[in-house]
């Protein structure tokens, strides 16, 4: 008896899974985003496996997207939103940008927050 309730401070996502679309690091490295890019935007993501809350307004959770099982830290981003399918034992949600680390912050950002070097995306 009881439940199994995971709480995070990241939002760790594939693209199947809801990872912006507009993040494209190719495209980072060329011309920087910013906040301000995603100035009013709504991302909403879905399946996340387990029962999941996050961090709530106005504190941040990190956000990071999943390659093939490697992390690459982006930025940060408020949880506005959060449903949980019981049957499932999936979480979906919406949230927005609140601050993009530039390229060359990215590398720095795993090492400082994560210090797992085998989730570490290559940035090489």
């Known amino acids: 008896m009881g439940s199994f309730i995971v ?3 990241t939002l760790q996502l594939t693209r199947e899974q809801g990872f ?3 993040l494209v690091l190719e495209k ?4 920087p985003f910013t906040k301000d890019d995603f100035s009013g935007k709504i991302f909403a993501f879905k399946d996340k496996p387990d029962i999941r809350n ?5 504190v941040r959770n990190f956000l990071v997207e999943n390659i093939d099982g490697k992390w690459l830290y982006w930025g940060l981003v408020h949880i506005l939103e959060v449903t949980h399918d019981y049957e499932k034992k999936t979480t979906a949600g919406k949230f927005k ?3 993009i680390y530039p390229p060359e912050d990215m590398e ?3 090492d400082l927050i994560d ?10």
Not at 28 to 31: A, I, S
Not at 54 to 58: F, G, L, S, W
């Open 115 to 124: 210090q797992r070097p085998d989730m570490k995306f290559p940035l090489d």
């Open 20 to 22: 912006p679309t507009e």
């Open 28 to 31: 980072h490295r060329k011309n």
């Open 7 to 9: 709480h995070n401070d």
């Open 54 to 58: 996050y961090q709530t307004v106005p």
């Open 108 to 110: 720095k950002a795993f």
């Open 97 to 99: 940008i609140i601050s």
